[in-house]
């Protein structure tokens, strides 16, 4: 079992950055693949970014692609996700991630999630 717990989040001006975190509680956060997704209002949630356990591999949906980075610090148990360059669309509740399975496809499914941080830019 995995606890998540996101921050980070805030109101910021188009073009401005943001950074969040995703603490995790649990064992063996290096097993799990972990994700960031978000929801706009009025829509579906959607992919962002995922990186496996060891941090080697990323993926990045092309909407944030050149913009946002995700990192982890396995020994803190925490994922990030630096957002640079925001637009007025990258407005949502942003959620983190979690799988205990391999890498495989980082927009699969994942079990474990936190309650979600707003994120909000304006124009």
């Known amino acids: 079992q995995v606890q998540l717990v996101e921050t980070g989040g805030g109101l910021v001006q188009a073009g401005g950055s943001l950074r969040l975190s995703c603490a995790a509680s649990?064992?063996?956060?290096?097993?799990?693949?972990m994700g960031w997704f978000r929801q706009a209002p009025g829509k579906e949630r959607e992919f962002v970014a995922a990186?496996?356990?060891?941090?080697?591999?990323?993926y990045y949906a092309d909407s944030v692609k050149g913009r946002f980075t995700i990192s982890r610090d396995n020994a803190k148990n925490t994922v990030y996700l630096q957002m640079n360059s925001l637009k007025p669309e990258d407005t949502a509740v942003y959620y983190c991630?979690?799988?205990?399975?391999?890498?495989?496809?980082?927009?699969?499914?994942?079990?474990?999630w936190g309650q979600g941080t707003q994120v909000t830019v304006s124009s």
């Open positions: 990186v496996s356990g060891s941090a080697l591999s990323t």
């Open positions: 649990g064992r063996a956060f290096y097993r799990y693949v």
């Open positions: 991630a979690a799988a205990d399975r391999p890498w495989g496809d980082p927009t699969g499914e994942y079990y474990y």
